[in-house]
């Protein structure tokens, strides 16, 4: 099966952690323009970069508060935010595993392969083996550089429609043809009869639900619920077709480039954020999951000052999310910033790019994969874990957009090679023995 | 070989601690974290036991047999000394990050003391070493076999899913006593936690001889059990004060004069573990330095 470019290059724009934003406050922002938080239709498709945006709303806050309080609360937004993208991090590894560890297509090699890595892994030869899953990273790699470098210039020259429409077909493929797939992999691998026109039924609705939720409207809850399920679809596609070595090797060499494009001056990821700040636009949701819970209620509605003043806490609000405001609605934005002052404790979630969500899946479901043990699959899962919290702290101090993938794929990495290697000959002999450390 | 001692197993060894998580751990975000970060260090502490055994093994005899178990035996004891030693570094971690902690814990929430934090890590030490000795025979127990097929012993699973429980409620009760012996520079608590770790891993050595090993370690799970609530600062009176109506109001009165060590230097003492998860009344909770 040859995937299309499109859901290739939609992923590697995924890989991002960054700092939700909040309404700017025009007044306290002196350093720099924070991108409004309005999604339009036309800029839905942002190029994200690894990264954790600079926290706007957290400087505005510090200029607002005395000193004394300045750390704690640049820090404050911490642990909660930790956990936010703890959920959704472990749902996906979560829907990942059981996967591939009930519905064993996922796991059967088959001879096709995607076109990104042509080489094909002999098992005979370890030498020919490892350069072959090189020359495969090499090529892979090469694609998504020249995807955003594509994309970076399509930005750069307002080529929103061409964007759009791009992600508007990565997501249909997503949403439609891999969910049929998946779907089909369970009946058959639980043996449960299905007809045509039920099925038909069953994928439209979830595909058409997906499809508005993540472009346009919907509730936060289901719009996360439809980032986690279409980056485990995109991982386990990834699990299945990406040969053993290539796998680990585009693993590793995806962190170093994820290290590189947001962090370098001219790093693509980063020219794209930056892009995307000076323009005040905000990111797609359809590439970024969004832990924020930001807005008000009555924020939409400007006859109703009243409103304005509801402390939002988070969870179960049904709002209007943010890749759906349209770009017309400046106005409303500026209503939006206004209400924004008299709340200053909102929540400002953290964004993590789905690039991000699909890598440690496919290095957790690969651990699952390879082998049967648990042990090592669990080892790998609080690596990632602690990756992440690590990179959080890190966005904490330093504020500015960070890579998500290099800590926690490095942690993994380590721990999935030394768990498989060194800790599983020792837990087995003594489970054997029955002896307890 | 069925569901059932799938279930069985799953919810002797991992009962007490789900609740434990859910009950006193999962509502508060930094106590999610402190015990993952727990997880990880006893991980880290397996791995380089686990390292140094595997170099054991490489460089020995691979055909005799009593050394290959002789090397084994020495790869537990070096391992339980490790996972004290990472103990200690994770205390330490935490002492010295308790300000920071202070900061990121949510404005509604209280900053974690010491005394909370001993307990989340002993969890997290006590459910990840849980899951490692036990996941990957819950899953084994999944599947068809016959268990002692070659003359072992018929009753492993349950063991090791007892064996499990008390080794999970012991590392917790281990970091409870561990932290405090630590706090007020008590080496010879720190040396009994290790010895007793010791002991109880020797005692896992004379498995499948069950009587030698389950008693004594649940003996000695309930002793350390008792040790550690006394030692978080319980006593009689506050159990007895559990069960009348009267300490219900002075329960959940005391229950937040737990005040962070960054504000005052002597901590109140919790009336007993268990207050710590008590849920307080709305408007309850109210910081009360007496």
């Known amino acids: 099966m040859n995937t299309s470019d499109s859901e290739e290059d939609s992923y590697n724009e995924r890989s991002a952690l960054v700092q939700s934003e909040s309404p700017t406050i025009p007044s306290y922002n002196q350093d720099h323009d924070m991108s409004l938080p309005q999604e339009t239709d036309s800029k839905r498709r942002r190029p994200v970069s690894s990264g954790l945006d600079e926290p706007g709303p957290v400087e505005r806050e510090r200029a607002s508060t005395p000193d004394g309080e300045e750390e704690e609360l640049t820090l404050k937004y911490g642990a909660k935010h930790v956990i936010m993208l ?54 892979m790699i090469s694609v998504i550089v020249v995807m955003t470098i594509i994309l970076v210039v399509l930005y750069k020259y307002r080529c929103y429609k061409f964007i759009h429409g791009w992600l508007i077909l990565s997501s249909l493929m997503l949403l439609f043809w891999f969910s049929f797939m998946y779907l089909g992999e369970v009946f058959k691998t639980y043996n449960v009869a299905m007809d045509y026109p039920t099925l038909v039924m069953i994928i439209w609705n979830f595909g058409v639900v997906g499809m508005i939720c993540i472009h346009w409207k919907g509730p936060l809850r289901l719009q996360q619920a439809y980032l986690i399920v279409i980056s485990a679809l995109m991982a386990l596609i990834f699990i299945k077709y990406l040969p053993e070595w290539s796998a680990w090797v585009i693993l590793g060499a995806i962190s170093i480039y994820d290290l590189i494009a947001v962090l370098c001056p001219k790093g693509p990821l980063r020219m ?67 209400s924004a002052e008299e709340d200053l404790e909102e929540d400002r979630g953290v964004k993590l790019g789905l690039g991000d969500f699909i890598f440690y899946s496919v290095l957790v479901g690969k651990a699952a994969a390879t082998g049967g043990d648990w042990n090592t699959t669990l080892a790998c899962f609080v690596a990632i874990l602690i990756g992440l919290c690590l990179t959080l702290l890190l966005l904490a101090i330093f504020k500015k957009a960070l890579p998500a993938l290099p800590i926690s794929i490095t942690f993994g990495l380590v721990f999935y090679f030394s768990t498989d290697n060194l800790v599983r000959p020792f837990m087995d002999s003594l489970a054997a023995h029955q002896y307890y450390i | 070989m069925t569901l059932a001692v799938f279930f069985g197993c799953a919810f002797i060894a991992f009962g007490p601690s789900f609740a434990l998580f859910v009950f006193t751990i999962a509502k508060d975000p930094l106590r999610v974290i402190i015990l993952i970060a727990g997880a990880f260090f006893w991980l880290l502490s397996l791995l380089l036991s686990s390292l140094v055994w595997f170099i054991a093994i490489k460089a020995s005899n691979s055909q005799d047999l009593t050394l290959q178990r002789g090397l084994l035996i020495f790869g537990v004891f070096f391992s339980v000394l490790l996972q004290e030693v990472f103990r200690f570094a994770y205390y330490r971690l935490l002492r010295k990050a308790t300000e920071g902690l202070a900061a990121i814990s949510d404005d509604d929430g209280s900053a974690i003391s010491v005394r909370q934090m001993a307990y989340v890590a002993g969890l997290g030490f006590g459910i990840m070493s849980g899951a490692f000795s036990m996941i990957n025979i819950l899953s084994d127990s999944l599947g068809p076999g016959t268990v002692g097929i070659f003359g072992d012993s018929q009753y492993y699973f349950i063991t090791a899913a007892l064996m499990t429980l008390a080794l999970t409620l012991l590392h917790t009760f281990w970091g409870v006593v561990f932290f405090e012996g630590c706090e ?35 003996v000695i799970t309930l002793a350390t059990g008792v040790w550690a609530f006394f030692s978080s600062g319980g006593s009689l009176h506050s159990l007895s004060a559990l069960c009348t109506l009267c300490g219900f109001e002075s329960r959940a009165s005391r229950t937040m004069t737990e005040v962070p060590l960054s504000k005052t230097p002597n901590p109140q003492p919790l009336p007993g573990r268990r207050s710590m998860w008590l849920p307080t009344a709305p408007g309850v909770c109210s910081r009360q330095e007496s």
């Open chain 1, 272 to 338: 794209l954020v930056e892009t995307a700040q000076e323009r005040n636009e905000p990111i797609f949701p359809a590439l970024i999951y969004s832990s924020a819970m930001v807005w008000m209620v009555g924020m939409a509605d400007s006859s109703n000052p009243g409103s304005a003043d509801e402390r939002q806490r988070n969870e179960g609000r049904a709002r209007a999310q943010e890749g759906v405001e349209s770009e017309d609605d400046a106005a409303q934005g500026g209503r939006r910033r206004y």
């Open chain 1, 86 to 139: 703890f959920i959704p991090v472990t749902l996906c590894m979560v829907v990942v595993v059981a996967t591939i560890k009930s519905v064993s297509f996922y796991t059967e090699k088959s001879s096709q392969r995607l076109i990104y890595t042509p080489f094909e892994e002999d098992p005979n030869s370890v030498g020919q083996r490892l350069l072959n899953s090189f020359l495969n990273t090499i090529v």
């Open chain 2, 184 to 218: 007020k520079s008590r080496w010879w608590v720190i040396a009994a936690v290790v010895s007793l770790h010791l002991l109880v891993a020797g005692l896992s050595l004379l498995n499948p001889l069950y009587e030698g090993s389950l008693p004594p370690v649940y």
